[in-house]
């Protein structure tokens, strides 16, 4: 049952020296770009590298050694005007993708996308897992991949078969997430600190890498600073500007 399926996942970091074949990877993004997509545009490209150097590079770039260089297949998803920009030269005309909205449908799309290879990897028994460290280094990581202007790396997705069976992380209750009407934000006052009694247990009684904390501490230390401050001038660089 696909609420089954959506409701077991677990992020999978260990996978078995099995690699998927071209056409599994093939199968996967077939199924991925069915997806929705803003106006039908489909901005988004995905990278499968399947070369070692580029593996090991990504590996370091990334700061994910153990993703990288033991999953399935690695996929580098991007948000993607360049084709965009192709099929309006067609016509003799030139698109401008520079504006906030595009760069919201573009990560909108490709998110969309993403989620879709997920549960089409997890319906056929591999484990799957995002990772944001390819943002660690996105200038060296686009030169890599050879990425055109217009084409943004957004994360990558390990994939392969799992080595490992990680417990299902407790998720916000469902009251967290309904709002009926209008925003109830009184309601966290209970919800949240019940919910850190919930992530608590779990922290310190799962299987492995225990620890004793709460998801509001680890919220307010990784929302205290700002991250990635050079993504802004990066996609700027790639056409993005924000305008």
Same mark, same amino acid.
């Given at each position: 049952?696909?609420?089954?399926?959506?409701?077991?996942?677990?992020?999978?970091?260990?996978?078995?020296?099995?690699?998927?074949?071209?056409?599994?990877?093939?199968?996967?993004?077939?199924?991925?770009?069915?997806?929705?997509?803003?106006?039908?545009?489909?901005?988004?490209?995905?990278?499968?590298?399947?070369?070692?150097?580029?593996?090991?590079?990504?590996?370091?770039?990334?700061?994910?050694?153990?993703?990288?260089?033991?999953?399935?297949?690695?996929?580098?998803?991007?948000?993607?005007?360049?084709?965009? %920009?192709? &099929? *309006?030269?067609?016509?003799?005309?030139? $698109?401008? @993708?520079?504006?906030?909205?595009?760069?919201?449908?573009?990560? #909108?799309?490709?998110?969309?996308?993403?989620?879709?290879? %997920?549960? &089409? *990897?997890?319906?056929?028994?591999?484990? $799957?897992? @995002?990772?944001?460290?390819?943002?660690?280094?996105?200038?060296? #990581?686009?030169?890599?991949?050879?990425?055109?202007?217009?084409?943004?790396?957004?994360?990558?997705?390990?994939?392969?078969?799992?080595?490992?069976?990680?417990?299902?992380?407790?998720?916000?209750?469902?009251?967290?997430?309904?709002?009926?009407?209008?925003?109830?934000?009184?309601?966290?006052?209970?919800?949240?600190?019940?919910?850190?009694?919930?992530?608590?247990?779990?922290?310190?009684?799962?299987?492995?890498?225990?620890?004793?904390?709460?998801?509001?501490?680890?919220?307010?230390?990784?929302?205290?600073?700002?991250?990635?401050?050079?993504?802004?001038?990066?996609?700027?660089?790639?056409?993005?500007?924000?305008?």
């Amino acid at each position: 049952m696909v609420i089954e399926l959506l409701t077991s996942h677990a992020s999978v970091r260990k996978y078995k020296d099995i690699p998927l074949s071209k056409e599994d990877v093939r199968e996967l993004v077939h199924a991925g770009q069915h997806a929705a997509s803003s106006h039908f545009v489909q901005a988004y490209s995905v990278i499968h590298v399947t070369n070692q150097e580029k593996r090991e590079q990504l590996a370091e770039l990334s700061k994910n050694k153990r993703q990288f260089l033991s999953a399935g297949a690695v996929l580098i998803f991007c948000a993607d005007y360049c084709r965009l %920009a192709k &099929a *309006a030269a067609l016509h003799d005309k030139e $698109i401008d @993708y520079s504006h906030a909205e595009n760069v919201l449908v573009g990560s #909108i799309d490709v998110a969309l996308f993403a989620q879709n290879v %997920a549960i &089409a *990897a997890e319906s056929k028994g591999y484990g $799957i897992c @995002y990772i944001g460290g390819i943002r660690n280094a996105p200038e060296e #990581i686009s030169e890599l991949l050879e990425l055109p202007d217009g084409v943004a790396p957004m994360f990558a997705m390990s994939i392969g078969v799992p080595d490992e069976a990680n417990e299902v992380k407790p998720r916000l209750p469902v009251e967290a997430i309904i709002h009926e009407n209008s925003y109830d934000a009184a309601k966290y006052d209970e919800i949240v600190p019940a919910y850190d009694q919930t992530m608590h247990d779990y922290y310190l009684n799962r299987g492995s890498n225990q620890k004793d904390t709460a998801w509001s501490v680890q919220m307010a230390d990784f929302l205290a600073a700002p991250r990635r401050t050079y993504m802004k001038e990066f996609l700027a660089k790639r056409g993005f500007t924000f305008k």
